[in-house]
């Protein structure tokens, strides 16, 4: 498209200018009445990341995410950072129970088998093809490494095949934005507990988008400790459900297992300790001849977990004078650490989110969410990007 303009119509000039108008050249004396020239302005098509950068200020983003940083290979496609046109997940929990825990060979390689069929379906079930979409977006850490090269090296080969523009996001936000699905009235600040398999970390959230990682588990993650546990009382993998179910049963007070550093003043965790204490216990009592109530110690390990992560939680939240707060990741399923946090917050009137359980496991529509809002900064990955296994928050 072009257009002629009088080089002292400065209104004009702007507008046209935002518009993508670019000068082309000059007609002399192009108007009769004045004899002024006329700069003739010619619009070119927009660069991708500018097309996808407009897309996202209306909401009108159509966004491919792709995640794979532990044992799931996911993919979504999402309109606007918030509806979800699909959502494929396909785990290899499977795969990994007989082993007790995930093993990163097995999950890269079956990242390598699953990935072109998650993500045809994910585009398929969006009723979408390549040309719609604005942007590819992809988790590049933090997680195993074997396993986020496979989607980092997808995406990048998808970006380059289409030129479409490409989006890496911290796995972490991810999780915080799983929160803002299904609970649209949720705005920072707030405090997110991020608690997995492969996490257990407090975030502190000013404003979308900006993160400060307040503390981490300085050893196992909290559904580590959960999975160590299970395995220790026969109760196979993932061993989180299995003992939280066995806990509803048993005594919480029944064994007095360490609450570490529960007054360290700080936001980190340590669970190994009590991960071995579990296993002494649990030795001891054996070997003493006692008959061991597995309800008990569920409940008495599980109560030893919950107690600190509420208690830090709640004091990073009264901190940083927050009124919302975040709890994801595969652990917030579990029904006392939710109950805990919720009457705890609750007395001092901040409120709890907790996505659906689908929400909090891992998942690409949370990659796509916390994408949208790298979009509408132009906040754009290279095509020269690599997996970052310990990629940090903030
Ligand atoms: O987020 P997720 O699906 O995968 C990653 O680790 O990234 O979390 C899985 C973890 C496992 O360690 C599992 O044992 C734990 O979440 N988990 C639970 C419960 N359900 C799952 N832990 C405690 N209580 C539960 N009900
Ligand atoms: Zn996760």
């Given at each position: 498209?072009?257009?002629?303009?009088?080089?002292?119509?400065?209104?004009?000039?702007?507008?046209?200018?935002?518009?993508?108008?670019?000068?082309?050249?000059?007609?002399?004396?192009?108007?009769?009445?004045?004899?002024?020239?006329?700069l003739v302005l010619w619009s070119r098509p927009l660069a991708p990341q500018v097309r996808a950068m407009e897309a996202a200020k209306t909401g009108g983003d159509l966004v491919l995410a792709i995640e794979t940083s532990c044992d799931e290979t996911a993919a979504?496609?999402?309109?606007?950072?918030?509806?979800?046109?699909?959502?494929?997940?396909?785990?290899?929990?499977?795969?990994?129970?007989?082993?007790?825990?995930?093993?990163?060979?097995?999950?890269?390689?079956?990242?390598?088998?699953?990935?072109?069929?998650?993500?045809?379906?994910?585009?398929?079930?969006?009723?979408?093809?390549?040309?719609?979409?604005?942007?590819?977006?992809?988790?590049?850490?933090?997680?195993?490494?074997?396993?986020?090269?496979?989607?980092?090296?997808?995406?990048?080969?998808?970006?380059?095949?289409?030129?479409?523009?490409?989006?890496?996001?911290?796995?972490?936000?991810?999780?915080?934005?799983?929160?803002?699905?299904?609970?649209?009235?949720?705005?920072?600040?707030?405090?997110?507990?991020?608690?997995?398999?492969?996490?257990?970390?407090?975030?502190?959230?000013?404003?979308?988008?900006?993160?400060?990682?307040?503390?981490?588990?300085?050893?196992?993650?909290?559904?580590?400790?959960?999975?160590?546990?299970?395995?220790?009382?026969?109760?196979?993998?993932?061993?989180?459900?299995?003992?939280?179910?066995?806990?509803?049963?048993?005594?919480?007070?029944?064994?007095?297992?360490?609450?570490?550093?529960?007054?360290?003043?700080?936001?980190?965790?340590?669970?190994?300790?009590?991960?071995?204490?579990?296993?002494?216990?649990?030795?001891?009592?054996?070997?003493?001849?006692?008959?061991v109530s597995l309800p008990d110690v569920a409940a008495s390990f599980q109560q030893a977990v919950v107690d600190v992560q509420v208690a830090k939680t709640v004091r990073a939240a009264k901190e940083y004078g927050v009124r919302a707060v975040v709890l994801a990741?595969?652990?917030?399923?579990?029904?006392?650490?939710?109950?805990?946090?919720?009457?705890?917050?609750?007395?001092?009137?901040i409120r709890l989110s907790v996505p659906p359980t689908e929400l909090c496991t891992d998942n690409a529509s949370m990659i796509a969410a916390a994408a949208h809002h790298h979009l509408r900064e132009g906040r754009f990955l290279g095509l020269g990007a690599d997996?970052?296994?310990?990629?940090?928050?903030?």
């Amino acid at each position: 498209m072009t257009l002629e303009v009088r080089p002292s119509n400065d209104e004009a000039l702007g507008l046209y200018g935002s518009a993508g108008f670019e000068l082309e050249g000059v007609r002399p004396g192009y108007y009769p009445e004045t004899h002024e020239d006329a700069l003739v302005l010619w619009s070119r098509p927009l660069a991708p990341q500018v097309r996808a950068m407009e897309a996202a200020k209306t909401g009108g983003d159509l966004v491919l995410a792709i995640e794979t940083s532990c044992d799931e290979t996911a993919a979504a496609v999402m309109l606007g950072g918030e509806q979800q046109l699909s959502s494929i997940v396909a785990s290899q929990v499977d795969f990994h129970a007989r082993f007790g825990g995930v093993v990163p060979e097995i999950a890269s390689r079956k990242h390598t088998e699953a990935i072109v069929a998650v993500v045809t379906a994910a585009i398929s079930e969006a009723g979408v093809s390549l040309k719609d979409l604005h942007a590819v977006a992809v988790t590049h850490g933090p997680g195993l490494v074997g396993a986020l090269v496979v989607g980092v090296a997808y995406a990048k080969g998808l970006a380059l095949a289409t030129g479409l523009p490409l989006l890496g996001v911290n796995h972490l936000e991810g999780h915080v934005h799983a929160a803002r699905l299904t609970d649209p009235k949720l705005e920072p600040p707030l405090v997110a507990l991020l608690v997995s398999g492969g996490h257990t970390t407090l975030v502190h959230v000013p404003e979308w988008g900006r993160y400060e990682a307040l503390g981490r588990t300085l050893d196992d993650a909290a559904g580590e400790a959960f999975d160590k546990v299970a395995k220790v009382l026969g109760l196979g993998y993932p061993g989180g459900p299995a003992i939280s179910l066995l806990a509803e049963t048993g005594d919480p007070a029944a064994i007095p297992f360490p609450r570490a550093m529960l007054r360290s003043g700080d936001f980190d965790f340590s669970l190994s300790g009590l991960k071995t204490a579990v296993l002494q216990y649990v030795d001891r009592e054996r070997a003493a001849g006692c008959e061991v109530s597995l309800p008990d110690v569920a409940a008495s390990f599980q109560q030893a977990v919950v107690d600190v992560q509420v208690a830090k939680t709640v004091r990073a939240a009264k901190e940083y004078g927050v009124r919302a707060v975040v709890l994801a990741g595969g652990v917030a399923a579990n029904p006392a650490l939710r109950s805990a946090l919720a009457s705890a917050l609750g007395g001092e009137g901040i409120r709890l989110s907790v996505p659906p359980t689908e929400l909090c496991t891992d998942n690409a529509s949370m990659i796509a969410a916390a994408a949208h809002h790298h979009l509408r900064e132009g906040r754009f990955l290279g095509l020269g990007a690599d997996a970052v296994p310990n990629l940090r928050l903030g």
